[in-house]
């Protein structure tokens, strides 16, 4: 078993978050452990405060019980610590420990991974958007929300903006590109193509205008899982897919359910009618999102009632 001697650094970074939590009125504090901490030293310094203690194993967190701490397992050991941090912040929302809207001081190893010496402020309502712990456990998946939240967002803007005063619809595709690129083909032209990868990734706020220019054209718009656009103006392939989907809605719906079904890919698809957006997982609607003028709303699903099928 691996422990934890809990240096004289850690102690006074530990007093200092806590004293940031108490003077930013924030919600938690967050400490990432690298073996099973001296839990007493732990709890005597958290004083009652809530502490979310992640790990990268969970044996880590054994004996954590008794202390009234709360524990997260990241299991990312070889990942870089950011990424560590926002898996373990979505941990912690999913786990109902802290809230979406949270404040959390983050301590943690940023730069020396032999001890921990960076502490981070967080608002968990810039990073994680609206979105429920019930939404989270819903969308658990291959894709990583931080892309998935990205073309929702985007997604959302289009149906709520669309292009000059018209309303737009359209739909991504993200994840298991390959399989969708096969399951796919050219509407038209591609006005994507050509251009290095650097340039077509979604995180950049140019390619996300450039797209809800594309969004105007027919056909899908293809999402690697780390974020890239791999091609737009996709058909997709709708046959031998059964789905079951609500009355009214037409070939661009259909079309994004089968995807759905047949790959790993989640789709999302924006209705020109009315700009909803709906996200398709295994041929099924598991999220709609309704157009609103104020902030996005993720709504529960049971709205689609009327259902048709195909075979
Ligand atoms: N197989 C497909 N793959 C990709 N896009 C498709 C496919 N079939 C249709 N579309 C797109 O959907 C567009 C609109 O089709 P349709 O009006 O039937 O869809 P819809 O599901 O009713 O959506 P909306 O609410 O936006 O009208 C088409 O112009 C085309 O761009």
Redesign the pocket.
């Given at each position: 078993m691996k422990y934890q001697k809990l240096s004289s650094q850690f102690n006074e970074f530990f007093k200092l978050a806590i004293q940031m939590l108490e003077v930013a009125e924030a919600d938690a504090v967050l400490i990432f452990i690298d073996g099973i901490p001296e839990w007493d030293k732990l709890k005597a310094i958290a004083e009652g405060h809530k502490v979310i203690v992640a790990a990268d194993r969970e044996e880590f967190l054994v004996g954590i019980e008794e202390t009234g701490l709360l524990g997260v397992v990241v299991e990312l050991e070889e990942s870089p610590i950011l990424e560590k941090l926002m898996h373990a912040l979505v941990e912690a929302v999913a786990n109902d420990q802290i809230s979406t809207g949270a404040k959390v001081v983050a301590l943690y190893s940023g730069f020396d991974e032999e001890r921990i010496d960076t502490i981070s402020f967080i608002r968990l309502d810039e990073r994680l958007g609206r979105l429920t712990s019930r939404d989270l456990r819903k969308l658990e998946t291959s894709v990583p929300l931080e892309t998935l939240k990205m073309v929702v967002d985007l997604a959302v803007e289009i149906g709520r903006e669309g292009r000059e005063g018209k309303p737009v619809?359209?739909?991504f595709v993200v994840g298991d590109h390959r399989k969708v690129l096969s399951n796919?083909a050219p509407?038209g032209f591609d006005p994507l193509k050509g251009y290095p990868k650097k340039e077509r990734n979604i995180s950049d706020r140019s390619v996300r205008e450039n797209l809800k220019e594309i969004a105007q054209?027919?056909?899908?718009i293809i999402v690697n899982a780390d974020g890239t656009v791999e091609a737009a103006g996709?058909?997709?392939?709708?046959t031998s897919a059964s789905v079951t989907l609500s009355k009214g809605?037409?070939?661009?719906?259909?079309?994004a359910a089968a995807i759905s079904k047949k790959t790993k890919g989640i789709s999302i698809?924006?209705?020109?009618?009315?700009g909803t957006v709906r996200l398709f997982q295994g041929g099924e609607v598991v999220l709609r999102i309704e157009p609103s003028r104020r902030a996005m709303k993720w709504k529960d699903l049971d709205f689609d009632n009327n259902q048709n099928t195909t075979d």
């Open positions: 619809g359209t739909c796919s509407a054209l027919d056909g899908a996709r058909m997709l392939d709708v809605l037409g070939a661009r719906h259909w079309a698809a924006v209705s020109e009618s009315n």
